[in-house]
């Protein structure tokens, strides 16, 4: 089927109030395109013109931010894109899920965090032949800057190829295929760095291979199916491969090929994938990037570097890229809303009940300032869900703030969260502080040279459970009167 015959039949679907399913990132281009939510821009330079333009389309869009296709860059030929801000809308996230397109916000974090509740990972399908193998480019030929790399801001240390990418990895002891999108700077033609933070599934499988003296080897994938992506920059469980998760939220396994130099798999309705290896020996300074936080935080360290033997790639190929800065960002509202369902489902998962929503602010970056809603059933119940949601592998990593609040707030409203701080916590008993938690080198609030361990705030802002019931009422209309009046006085209130 042709990505075009595809956008009809999912046209079809879209008409019928269905989802529709999709194969690669053309098929999924065309569906996007069809619902309006692709802006197709050309004659761009990869020099800060592409990174800036997708930071002022994803803080100035009026609606939905639309995922930018860029084409004709400048320097390249025409039909080598560049794909930013691909998973920035409701709508896009849920074509990636297979969930009904018109949810939103909560509700769509309820709705994964449903899905994942009967979730099981499908594992991947190996092929000997799929579209990525259209063009190789082995040995000498190697050259990472045949494609339009971005320079994205104006301080980072280098052209990243890697942002939304899937850096694959084998444990050398466990056997078990590990993607995370960790960052990518193009060294030179032939080799680029890999930025991957203390505690990632990367870091522990690469330090095995590196604590033995050998040299490990690695795919980045940059350009691929946009649910690959999602599951790439989010916490998965360690030990379970993201090829299998990713399998089991499409509902059929994902077609993998081996690479001929390292046997790892990677998609084969990939774009561009890169396969070489990381040598202990052999590091290059790498950064500054502008990051998630919104800062320059993690300066420039001497990484491993990824000594490049094959590239892969279709005709006409797409990279694609997430611009990450100070929030919003083009990908932070996908990052804030998968956090939330996969937070949700975790802290569910280590026995807390009635929790009745998640949302991880965007201000934080998704990961800095995160709000768990319960419906208290006992005491002690409150410091359970918010300790929980600090330390649950999908929240423990450079958080700061947990807040716990009861389920008459709407996690996802900053003012009703606001208020429940302000109005239902006492300081000296509602706050804990963890010392020595799971931070790392993009952390900006910890000194130069410190980096490592961070604090944590983890706030009650519930009426305490002992004297709930005798907690001043709210002082607010019941419904049914607010009813009543709004009947009644309907020219009034709306005029
Ligand atoms: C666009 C984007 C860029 C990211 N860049 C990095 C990075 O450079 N280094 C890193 O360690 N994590 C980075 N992350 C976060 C990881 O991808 C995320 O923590 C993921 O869970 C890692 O996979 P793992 O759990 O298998 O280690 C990024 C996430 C996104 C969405
Ligand atoms: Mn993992």
């Not at 050259?143 to 990418?165: M, Q, S, W, Y």
């Not at 003012?415 to 109005?423: E, R």
């Not at 019931?469 to 009046?485: G, H, N, Q, Y």
């Amino acid at each position: 089927m042709t990505a075009l015959e595809a956008r009809k039949l999912a046209e079809e679907d879209i008409r019928a109030g269905k989802t529709p399913s999709y194969t690669d990132l053309r098929e999924w281009l065309e569906i996007v395109d069809s619902f309006g939510e692709l802006k197709k821009v050309d004659n761009v330079d990869w020099n800060l013109e592409m990174g800036t333009l997708s930071e002022l389309i994803a803080r100035e869009s009026k609606g939905p931010v639309p995922a930018v296709l860029f084409d004709n860059v400048k320097d390249y030929p025409k039909g080598y894109r560049v794909l930013f801000a691909q998973n920035a809308s409701f709508k896009r996230m849920a074509l990636n899920l297979g969930l009904p397109m018109d949810l939103a916000n909560l509700d769509l974090v309820r709705a994964l965090r449903q899905k994942l509740v009967t979730h099981q990972p499908i594992p991947a399908k190996t092929v000997t032949k799929g579209p990525i193998l259209e063009n190789v480019m082995s040995g000498n030929d190697v050259n990472l800057l045949k494609f339009p790399v971005p320079l994205i801001h104006e301080l980072d240390g280098g052209r990243f190829i890697g942002t939304a990418c899937l850096v694959i990895t084998r444990d050398p002891e466990e056997g078990w295929v590990n993607f995370g999108a960790y960052r990518g700077m193009v060294q030179d033609e032939k080799s680029m760095s890999c930025y991957i933070s203390p505690g990632k599934h990367g870091t522990i499988q690469r330090s095995k291979y590196f604590e033995k003296g050998k040299p490990c080897p690695v795919i980045i994938c940059v350009g691929q199916d946009p649910v690959l992506f999602m599951v790439s920059g989010n916490e998965i469980d360690y030990g379970v491969s993201e090829f299998d998760y990713a399998g089991g939220l499409k509902g059929s396994p994902i077609e993998v090929i081996e690479g001929k130099a390292t046997g790892l798999p990677f998609p084969a309705h990939a774009e561009i994938v890169i396969e070489g290896f990381m040598d202990p020996n052999d590091r290059k300074t790498e950064g500054p990037f502008g990051e998630w936080t919104g800062y320059y935080a993690s300066s420039s360290r001497p990484e491993p570097v990824v000594r490049v033997q094959n590239i892969y790639y279709r005709n006409d190929p797409i990279l694609t890229c997430a611009r990450p800065g100070r929030p919003p960002s083009d990908y932070s509202i996908a990052k804030c809303m998968v956090k939330s369902a996969l937070i949700w489902e975790q802290v569910e998962k280590c026995g807390v009940p009635d929790v009745k929503g998640v949302w991880c602010h965007e201000a934080g970056g998704g990961r800095l300032f995160n709000i768990i809603s319960i419906k208290q059933r006992y005491p002690g119940h409150a410091r359970q869900a918010m300790l929980a949601a600090s330390q649950v592998h999908a929240g423990a990593y450079l958080g700061r703030y947990v807040i716990v609040v009861d389920e008459d707030i709407d996690p996802t409203n900053t003012f009703d969260v606001i208020w429940a701080l302000a109005s239902r916590s006492d300081p000296v008993e509602s706050i804990e502080i963890l010392r020595r938690c799971w931070s790392g080198p993009l952390d900006p609030r910890i000194q130069p040279g410190k980096k490592g361990f961070n604090s944590r705030a983890v706030i009650d802002a519930c009426r305490p459970f002992e004297w709930m019931k005798d907690f001043p009422p709210v002082a607010e209309s019941t419904p049914e009167l607010k009813e009543k009046i709004r009947a009644k006085w309907k020219k009034v209130i709306e005029g």
